[in-house]
């Protein structure tokens, strides 16, 4: 008898992998999965720690689904509720505490053991909780198989971090440093290729400090691992996030010149644009360090575009360290960046800080950042009309025979009238640009692909 497995996802693209893999973990004891929580036999919430308002929404979420729970109850079947993710790490039996009808606790490391745990939870009162970071790596654990993801894939090849910014939960969360090894993520990714995906996405914490060890010992950087996967066939588009300034190698800066099928876009977050902050952030780099990657990749490929974050408001900023960030918008010209207001993570050296700074000043802040960062997204976007570039038309428009698409630059991208290119790679004419998208025309075909089971 199949059972339904609901699952919510908050945070990071590395909660969307882990909330795939979680499906597949529980797929082979008859789990499928279901896209309501009404019902279900098991509800899972992958969720985030990073700020304390992902964190809040994460109660309401759970008030709101213990209404089904005790729905379900009342016509004499049970759900199970798991809250996993980073606030299950973090917090762990408070949540049982705090939501008595949570009956699984669990953390990111942790999810390999879902089927037992449920086995636990079902015989058992009281919750199960499970938050050891497993001398075993969970990913060895995990099933072979995996469900397709559709045209672009989210494949994690790097967890944890060791860097320890003063204002991030993610070291505590997610655990040290760990690189998986490279012939694991080569097979999952032909995996993910033979399944139809035609993109992926490496993902890490730190995801340019991945040293996977290879056979023989030999120790793989990024770099070696892009270069192994562009020989996949089938896999056209190669991209990674996050990245950390200081683990921009010099072979990986090369390498965006050398491989192309390595997009030509990266999130690379600087934080702020001060150094006296990035000092008390403990960042370990300085904004010239930073600026100079920036010139370093455009010299590689000229036509690198960037997205970074900032926060605003953090502990002993003031209005010139904040100018600081603003200078940096205005010179890289970035095509995206996100914006965030200091939020103090219980643990975490900056939250006790005593220069915390007012939050009608961070609002203030921001609003100057987000409108500034706004103008340079409009102007990224404006330069591309004229230009022709390859878009994998994969999703459905609002309009009729409308598909959209994503650029080498993650720009979205709509053509109308395109029904008949479902499903490939086109050339697209860019012939408009918004805030969030591009418009344009197919003017040609990408020669020589074949989407098998492209979505
Ligand atoms: N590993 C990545 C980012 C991980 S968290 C890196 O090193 O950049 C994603 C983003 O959330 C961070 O880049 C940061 O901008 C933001 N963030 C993390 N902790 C925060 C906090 N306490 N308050 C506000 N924003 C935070
Ligand atoms: Fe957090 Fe810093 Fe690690 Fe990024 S590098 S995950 S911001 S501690
Ligand atoms: Fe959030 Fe955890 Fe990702 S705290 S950002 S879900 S690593």
């Not at 908050?10 to 882990?18: E, T």
């Not at 090369?254 to 600087?270: D, R």
């Not at 080498?408 to 012939?431: C, L, W």
Request: hydrophobic share 35%.
């Amino acid at each position: 008898m199949t059972k339904k497995l609901f699952i919510k996802t908050y945070g990071c693209q590395m909660n969307v992998y882990d909330t795939v893999r979680m499906g597949d973990v529980m797929a082979p004891l008859g789990y499928s999965l279901a896209d309501s929580v009404e019902g279900a036999d098991l509800v899972i919430l992958n969720t985030c720690h990073i700020r304390e308002k992902a964190e809040e929404k994460v109660y309401s979420e759970l008030g709101r689904i213990r209404q089904e729970k005790e729905k379900k109850a009342a016509e004499g079947s049970r759900m199970l509720i798991a809250d996993g993710g980073c606030v299950g790490q973090a917090e762990g039996e408070e949540i049982i505490k705090r939501a008595p009808f949570v009956d699984i606790v669990l953390g990111p490391q942790s999810y390999h053991q879902l089927p037992e745990m449920v086995t636990r939870a079902t015989r058992e009162k009281g919750g199960v909780v499970e938050l050891e970071f497993p001398t075993v790596q969970k990913f060895d654990l995990l099933p072979e198989s995996s469900a397709p993801q559709g045209s672009a894939a989210f494949l994690s090849v790097q967890e944890g971090c060791d860097k320890f910014c003063s204002f991030c939960v993610v070291p505590y969360t997610r655990g040290a440093e760990y690189s998986r090894k490279p012939e694991k993520v080569i097979a999952e990714a032909r995996r993910m290729v033979d399944q139809g995906s035609v993109e992926i996405m490496l993902l890490g914490q730190n995801v340019n400090a991945y040293h996977g060890e290879g056979v023989g010992g030999r120790n793989w950087s990024l770099a070696d691992l892009i270069d192994a996967l562009a020989r996949i066939d089938g896999l056209h588009r190669i991209r990674y996030m996050t990245s950390h300034p200081r683990d921009m190698s010099d072979d990986l800066i090369a390498i965006h010149g050398s491989e192309p099928k390595l997009m030509p876009y990266l999130h690379l977050p600087i934080q702020s644009g001060s150094d006296e902050i990035l000092k008390r952030m403990n960042r370990k780099h300085t904004v010239d360090f930073y600026l100079d990657i920036i010139d370093r990749l455009r010299k590689a490929r000229p036509d690198m575009a960037f997205s970074s974050d900032f926060i605003v408001g953090f502990p002993g900023e003031g209005e010139k360290d904040f100018e600081g960030s603003m200078q940096v918008v205005e010179k890289v010209g970035y095509a995206s960046a996100y914006s965030f207001k200091y939020s103090p993570r219980p643990g975490t050296p900056a939250a006790v800080d005593d220069k915390q700074v007012p939050e009608e000043v961070k609002d203030e802040r921001l609003m100057r950042l987000q409108e500034l960062i706004r103008n340079k997204q409009t102007s990224f976007n404006e330069s591309c009309i004229g230009r022709v570039m390859p878009v994998l038309l994969d999703r459905d428009g609002k309009l009729e025979g409308q598909l959209l698409g994503k650029s080498p630059y993650m720009q979205s991208v709509h053509v109308k009238n395109a029904g008949e290119y479902r499903g490939q790679f086109v050339d697209v004419k860019i012939t408009g640009a918004y805030l969030n998208s591009l418009a344009g025309e197919v003017v040609g075909i990408q020669d020589n692909i074949n989407f098998r089971k492209a979505v």
